[in-house]
Every structure is written in structure tokens, then in C-alpha cells.
């Protein structure tokens, strides 16, 4: 049984789609290769940094939670 043909999504050339094929279903194996998602250069935080982050998302559940579970008396 021969394999569908497929056109790829990103550079519209014509290829075979393989059972086994790695990457995406509508894009060529060329153009399927994985992408660099992660910065080469990412910043750590320092504790003061974290902390202040944190505090910021501690603040915010309690604001949510205080919207959420409030009593209309």
C-alpha cells in the first residue's frame, strides 16, 4: 500500500507521508525538525527576586480566592 502524499504546511512542497515519520503529520521531514524554544541565555533569579515573586502570586490567590468566596449579604 503506498503512503498519501502530502503538502507541506510551512514550504508547500510535496511529500510522502511514512506510518513511522517523526515531526508533525502536515509538514515535510525537512521542516519538521524540533525548534529552538529555549532562549541560549536565561537569567536565574536571586533569592530577593523569588521572593518578590512569591509575595506577588501569594497576593493574588488571596485576591482570587477573596472574589470567589465572598458572601453578597
Known amino acids: 500500500m503506498a503512503s498519501p502524499i502530502k503538502i507541506c ?3 508547500s512542497e510535496e511529500f510522502e507521508l511514512k506510518p513511522d515519520k517523526p515531526g508533525f503529520a502536515n509538514r ?3 521542516c519538521s525538525t524540533p525548534e529552538a524554544t529555549v532562549p541560549t541565555t536565561q537569567r536565574r533569579m536571586d533569592a530577593d527576586e523569588r521572593k518578590t515573586v512569591s509575595e ?3 497576593a493574588r ?3 482570587m480566592r477573596e472574589l ?3 458572601k453578597d449579604s
Open 56 to 58: 506577588a502570586n501569594e
Open 68 to 70: 470567589l468566596y465572598r
Open 28 to 30: 515535510c521531514p525537512q
Open 61 to 63: 490567590r488571596q485576591a
Open 9 to 11: 504546511a510551512v514550504c
